[in-house]
């Protein structure tokens, strides 16, 4: 059995210093909680995905260090003063006003992450791409007219795929 700290995690805390020393307070007491049975059960890291390198350097630490099997990251990560959650308004004429600052929500396709799905490489582990619930803007958007596709019926494959379509 694999375990792992799932949906949002530390994908749901804006600061890059807070959610680190989340992630390596999050690896280590799981690498406790199973050090005495590791046969039955694994670990998948728990990753800070602000900073490639360090998120990195983190994955390569839980893998060779504590053991772990490779990583989940739930979806994109939250970033920025506002956490990734900007306003959403409506105007009289019900069309919604977006502000939606995208730099804020961090996917990891960009060049700057070459350096971690190198590592990855090298490792030759895993990464799970768990789903998550979207922020509400995210979810206003896309769903907001048809409440009944959020969750796993759609929102979960749409948003995954993100990440690979672009």
């Known amino acids: 059995m694999v375990l792992s700290c799932a949906s949002p995690c530390v994908q749901g805390v804006s600061d890059p210093v807070a959610a680190a020393a989340l992630a390596?307070?999050?690896n280590n007491q799981m690498a406790a909680a199973i050090s005495?049975?590791?046969a039955r059960f694994g670990g998948f890291a728990t990753l800070s995905m602000h900073?490639?390198?360090e998120a990195a350097q983190e994955l390569r630490r839980t893998v060779k260090e504590l053991g772990f099997l490779?990583?989940?990251v739930n979806d994109y990560q939250q970033s920025g003063p506002d956490n990734g959650e900007s306003h959403i308004a409506c105007d009289a004429s019900q069309h919604l006003d977006l502000d939606i600052p995208l730099e804020t929500l961090i996917f990891y396709d960009q060049p700057?992450?070459?350096?971690?799905?190198q590592t990855v490489t090298e490792l030759d582990v895993p990464i799970y791409f768990h789903p998550?619930?979207?922020i509400a803007q995210v979810q206003t958007l896309l769903f907001g007219?048809?409440?009944f596709l959020k969750g796993p019926s759609e929102e979960y494959a749409v948003t995954?795929?993100?990440h690979i379509l672009g």
């Open 132 to 134: 998550r619930s979207n």
């Open 36 to 38: 005495n049975n590791t």
């Open 145 to 147: 007219h048809a409440p």
């Open 51 to 53: 900073n490639a390198t």
């Open 112 to 117: 700057e992450f070459d350096v971690f799905w």
């Open 160 to 162: 995954l795929a993100n």
């Open 70 to 72: 490779g990583a989940l």
């Open 24 to 26: 390596v307070n999050v």
